[in-house]
């Protein structure tokens, strides 16, 4: 099983359209690769959908690196399996 920083960089860079080894922990999604709004929603409907969790919104601007992804989805994945235990 791919660990979750690799999904999630392989299913930014099929949103983005980029190679995935163009997007680095600390690239930046806006400035670096030209993501923008509605890329960056795409992306957070695209990892909610993969891990069925649900990130607010609100965390959109948190969304910056993937490095910030990854800690954000897995603070949602913990949390989700904490409610089911």
């Known amino acids: 099983m791919q660990d979750i920083d690799t999904e999630i960089r392989d299913l930014i860079a099929a ?11 600390e690239t930046r999604f806006m400035e670096d690769l030209g993501v923008d ?5 795409e992306i957070l409907a695209a990892i909610e959908k993969k ?11 948190e969304l910056a690196t993937l490095s910030a992804t990854v800690k954000i989805a897995r603070e949602y ?4 399996k904490n409610e089911q235990s």
């Open 15 to 25: 949103i983005i359209e980029k190679e995935p080894e163009k997007i680095g922990p």
């Open 37 to 41: 709004s509605m890329m960056a929603l």
């Open 51 to 61: 891990y069925k969790i649900v990130i607010p919104e609100e965390k959109l601007p």
């Open 77 to 80: 994945l913990a949390g989700k």
